[in-house]
C-alpha cells in the first residue's frame, strides 16, 4: 500500500512514498536537495554540477569531465524529476534551482539516510563483538586483559553502548531542529 502526503496548494500534486524512496535512493538527487537547502537563493544547476563533482571525486576543483558528466545527468534526468514532483523548481531556460512545494515533504525523510560513515548498527555491533571478545579474553585469563574479571569488561561493553546510544539520540534531536525540512520550507 502506498501512502501519499497531501500538500496545501491545489496545483501541487501530491508526492507518494514510493517516489519520495526513489528521490532518496539516488546519491546526486540527494546531494541537490541538500546544496538547495543549504542557500537562501537560487542554485544554478552548474553550481550543483561542481559541487557534486568535487563531492564524488574527491578533489576541488574537481575534474572538467566529472563536472561536465555531472552537469547532463542533473540536467537530463535528476533536476527534470524533481521538478516534476514539486521537490524543486528548476528552470530549464536559466538553469536556476529553488526548493519546491514538496521539498519540505522530502526533507522530513532525509534524517533516515544513511549518511558517510558506517550506520548506526554496524556500530553497535562491533561494540557488542569487541565487549564480547574482552569478556572472553578476560575468562581465559588473556594477557593484560585478564587484568580484570570478565564482569569487568562487560560493564565497559554496555556503557559503551549506552554511552553510543545517548550520543546518537542527542544528535538526531539536534539534527531534528535544524533538520533539512525546516530549511527547505523557506
Given at each position: 500500500?502506498?501512502?501519499?502526503?497531501?500538500?496545501?496548494?491545489?496545483?501541487?500534486?501530491?508526492?507518494?512514498?514510493?517516489?519520495?524512496?526513489?528521490?532518496?535512493?539516488?546519491?546526486?538527487?540527494?546531494?541537490?536537495?541538500?546544496?538547495?537547502?543549504?542557500?537562501?537563493?537560487?542554485?544554478?544547476?552548474?553550481?550543483?554540477?561542481?559541487?557534486?563533482?568535487?563531492?564524488?571525486?574527491?578533489?576541488?576543483?574537481?575534474?572538467?569531465?566529472?563536472?561536465?558528466?555531472?552537469?547532463?545527468?542533473?540536467?537530463?534526468?535528476?533536476?527534470?524529476?524533481?521538478?516534476?514532483?514539486?521537490?524543486?523548481?528548476?528552470?530549464?531556460?536559466?538553469?536556476?534551482?529553488?526548493?519546491?512545494?514538496?521539498?519540505?515533504?522530502?526533507?522530513?525523510?532525509?534524517?533516515?539516510?544513511?549518511?558517510?560513515?558506517?550506520?548506526?548498527?554496524?556500530?553497535?555491533?562491533?561494540?557488542?563483538?569487541?565487549?564480547?571478545?574482552?569478556?572472553?579474553?578476560?575468562?581465559?585469563?588473556?594477557?593484560?586483559?585478564?587484568?580484570?574479571?570478565?564482569?569487568?569488561?562487560?560493564?565497559?561493553?554496555?556503557?559503551?553502548?549506552?554511552?553510543?546510544?545517548?550520543y546518537q539520540t542527542h544528535r538526531r534531536r539536534h539534527r531534528h531542529r535544524q533538520s533539512l525540512a525546516h530549511q527547505l520550507e523557506g
Amino acid at each position: 500500500m502506498t501512502q501519499s502526503v497531501a500538500v496545501e496548494d491545489p496545483d501541487v500534486g501530491e508526492i507518494g512514498e514510493s517516489d519520495v524512496h526513489d528521490i532518496l535512493r539516488n546519491d546526486r538527487r540527494r546531494m541537490v536537495l541538500e546544496q538547495v537547502a543549504a542557500t537562501s537563493d537560487a542554485v544554478t544547476a552548474r553550481e550543483l554540477s561542481e559541487e557534486i563533482a568535487a563531492r564524488e571525486t574527491g578533489s576541488d576543483p574537481p575534474p572538467r569531465d566529472a563536472r561536465r558528466s555531472v552537469y547532463i545527468s542533473l540536467h537530463q534526468n535528476h533536476l527534470p524529476k524533481l521538478d516534476d514532483l514539486d521537490v524543486v523548481d528548476y528552470d530549464d531556460q536559466t538553469k536556476a534551482v529553488r526548493p519546491g512545494p514538496n521539498a519540505s515533504t522530502v526533507g522530513v525523510h532525509m534524517a533516515d539516510v544513511p549518511g558517510e560513515g558506517r550506520p548506526a548498527v554496524a556500530h553497535y555491533g562491533a561494540l557488542a563483538a569487541a565487549g564480547a571478545a574482552l569478556v572472553v579474553a578476560a575468562a581465559v585469563d588473556a594477557p593484560l586483559v585478564g587484568e580484570f574479571t570478565p564482569a569487568a569488561w562487560a560493564i565497559v561493553g554496555f556503557a559503551a553502548i549506552a554511552t553510543t546510544a545517548t550520543y546518537q539520540t542527542h544528535r538526531r534531536r539536534h539534527r531534528h531542529r535544524q533538520s533539512l525540512a525546516h530549511q527547505l520550507e523557506g
